[in-house]
């Protein structure tokens, strides 16, 4: 079976099809915006993993609060006075 042409033109043309101009390729850009809660799950979600990475190095000093808070002399009203008033400071 043949297949001929149909009119004077070659209905298969080989021509490369026109790509961007240059013009346009430089002249478009790409941007991205992120909304302030992104950018502030962001800044909690490094802070977590610096705090992860961290080393553990105060297990000593965890251990000797721990001995005080067991021994029934060291909490007083001086004590409790301080926490309290510590406390109050962070939350204000």
Known sequence: MTIDRLN?????QTRKPA???RTERASRSDS??????????AELFQAMELAKAAPDERTDLIAELKARIDDPN???DAV???T????LDQLL
């Open 8 to 12: 004077p033109l070659d209905p298969i």
């Open 80 to 82: 409790l006075s301080v």
């Open 74 to 76: 060291y909490i007083n």
């Open 19 to 21: 790509g961007p101009n």
């Open 84 to 87: 309290a008033d510590r406390i």
């Open 32 to 41: 991205v915006n992120l909304s302030s809660e992104a950018l502030e799950k």
